[in-house]
């Protein structure tokens, strides 16, 4: 059986940033999903610009909300699809077979719990910046994410019974926890050797970059223990340090 997808996409006031997500969607040759628009109540031309994208399986929800996670939990609730997949304003799928190609490892792997790939940063004008800093592994386990988030959100797609809600008493974070709640959920995860997300290089993570690493310092210390969280963050200043050097 063919599964569904629910991509879910997110907006507040991101009209300068949406029409890639939007013609990334309606340029996909497989049409095994449905479009979930969660905006915030924009006073910008967000929803119209979402209106007009021609997207025929879409549905707009727009109204206040209590921030980003929040508005992801909403999205989750609309959901139908048999996997979800997050696309934030300004992300888009790398090509117009990616959800074919995601579709495929679905069905040819018997349904794993998540399927995963790598990522590639893009500016605005959507040239390629380089790789994300963290390569997805070709093997993914719970303990991958002692490491940090190894797999960007956008190319980790969930089986949608496997999903519980955002944790929203995290500002900045949040989906670095909810990946870990997954993958201790997930009875296999799938490999897809290819670029499956281009991500644009601003967010609201990197303009709160330091709140975010506060964060995901607290979770690491709670799901992997406090004195090897500390250790493996001796490990990333090194490595940071590292890199500095290098360039």
Known sequence: MNPLFSIITVTYNAAATLPPTLKSVGEQTCQLYEYLLIDGASTDESVKLAEKSGISNMTISSEPDRGLY???NKGLGLAQGDYVIFLNAGDSFHSKDT?????D??????????????????????????????????VLTLDSFR?????CHQAFVVLRKLVDNYDTRYKYSSDFEWCIRCLQRSHRNQYIDDILIDYLSEGVTTSHH??????RFRIMSHYYGLIPTVCRHIKFLIRSLKRKISK
């Open 147 to 151: 490491d940090g988030m190894v797999v």
């Open 210 to 215: 330091k709140a975010s690493l506060v964060e």
């Open 99 to 103: 959800l074919q190609e995601i579709a």
């Open 70 to 72: 929040d508005a992801m």
């Open 105 to 138: 490892a679905v069905m040819d792997n018997d349904y794993p719990g998540i399927v995963y790939g790598q990522t590639q940063i893009v500016d605005a004008a959507r040239k390629r910046i380089g790789d994300r800093h963290l390569i997805a592994p070709s």
